[in-house]
C-alpha cells in the first residue's frame, strides 16, 4: 500500500487522492451480483467509488488540457 504510493511518488507517476476503502459492502454486492452504488448506494463503499470516480474524470480532464 503506501510502499507502493511512495515508490511511484518517487518516480513521478500522478497519484489520485481517493482511496478505496476494505469495505463489507464491495463483497456484499459481488454476493449479489450488483456493484455496489446500485447495491448500497448510501454505504462508504458506494461514496469512495463515486470520489474514485469524479477524480478520475477530474485527471483525465487536466491530462487533455
Not at 28 to 39: C, I, K, P, R
Not at 59 to 64: H, L, N, Q, T
Request: aromatic letters at 4%; proline letters at 3%.
Amino acid at each position: 500500500g503506501k510502499t507502493v504510493r511512495g515508490a511511484l511518488e518517487q518516480l513521478g507517476q500522478p497519484i489520485l487522492d481517493a482511496v478505496i476503502g476494505a469495505r463489507v459492502a464491495f463483497g456484499e454486492a459481488t454476493l449479489a451480483g450488483q456493484g455496489v452504488v446500485d447495491y448500497a448506494p448510501g454505504s462508504e463503499a458506494a461514496v469512495d467509488v463515486r470520489r474514485l470516480v469524479k477524480a478520475i474524470i477530474a485527471f483525465a480532464k487536466e491530462d487533455a488540457s
